[in-house]
């Protein structure tokens, strides 16, 4: 099982500044990486997958990076609406595993 | 526009079943893969098992659900069905259903979620 990583637990981060998140892969998982965020009560939504690509309607203040076992999400300019839990997941190899999620919080 | 309907959740006794459903439409149902994840209270996100599309039907599972759960769909109601059997506490979490995109599974839709709840 490939086991992912997020860091760090908590991020606190001043409104319109950049959050940086990351997560790390035990083994590659080439691009098949995906970001999810999710707010409290609601379901998970998709952000980010092939480790670089946004998904529909997502603004581009979120970026993603990195490829093999490193991966980073960038929030530019932070919203009220964008202080969530955020989610890595790899969907290269069976079984399908997550992190634990970094969750953004106002300073 | 995608919809995923989940039910079936609730309150069950330790190594009771339940059997959860989930509905979706604004899709070609049988064309994908379909998928449950689940999150304990308070916890982060858990894959639980797929089933692929297109008449295969193959089917994958979490450690945790291999042996007790059974992943399947009915395409003639664009259903999705997951049961579950000898069910644990640790079972007890929102279950969510979710459809990935066409370039992999991940998870681009997803339902509200129902909660099922292994509890004495």
């Known amino acids: 099982e490939i086991v992912m990583t997020q860091s760090p637990d908590t991020l606190s981060v001043s409104p319109g500044e950049r959050a940086t998140l990351s997560c790390w892969a035990s083994?590659?998982?080439?691009?098949?990486l995906a970001w999810y965020q999710q707010k409290p009560g609601q379901a998970p939504r998709l952000i980010i997958y092939g480790a670089s690509t946004r998904a529909a309607g997502i603004p581009a203040k979120f970026s993603g990076s990195g490829s093999g076992t490193d991966f980073t999400l960038h929030i530019s300019s932070l919203q009220s609406e964008d202080f969530a839990v955020y989610y890595c997941q790899q969907y290269n190899n069976w079984p399908l595993t997550f992190g634990g999620g970094t969750k953004v919080e106002i300073k | 526009e995608v919809k995923l309907l989940e039910s079936g959740g609730g309150l069950v006794q330790p190594g009771g079943s339940l059997r959860l459903s989930c509905v979706a439409s604004g899709l070609n149902f049988n064309s994908y893969a379909m998928n449950w994840v689940r999150q304990a209270p308070g916890k982060g996100l858990e894959w639980v098992s797929s089933i692929t599309g297109g008449g295969g039907a193959t089917t994958y599972y979490s450690d945790s659900a291999t042996g007790r759960f059974t992943i399947s769909r009915d395409s003639s109601k664009n259903t999705l069905y997951l049961q579950m059997n000898a069910l644990r506490v640790e079972d007890t979490a929102v279950y969510y259903c979710?459809?990935?995109?066409?370039?992999?599974?991940?998870?681009?839709?997803w339902g509200q979620g129902v909660l099922v709840t292994v509890s004495s």
């Open positions: 979710a459809k990935p995109s066409q370039f992999g599974f991940h998870f681009e839709s």
């Open positions: 083994q590659s998982v080439g691009s098949s």
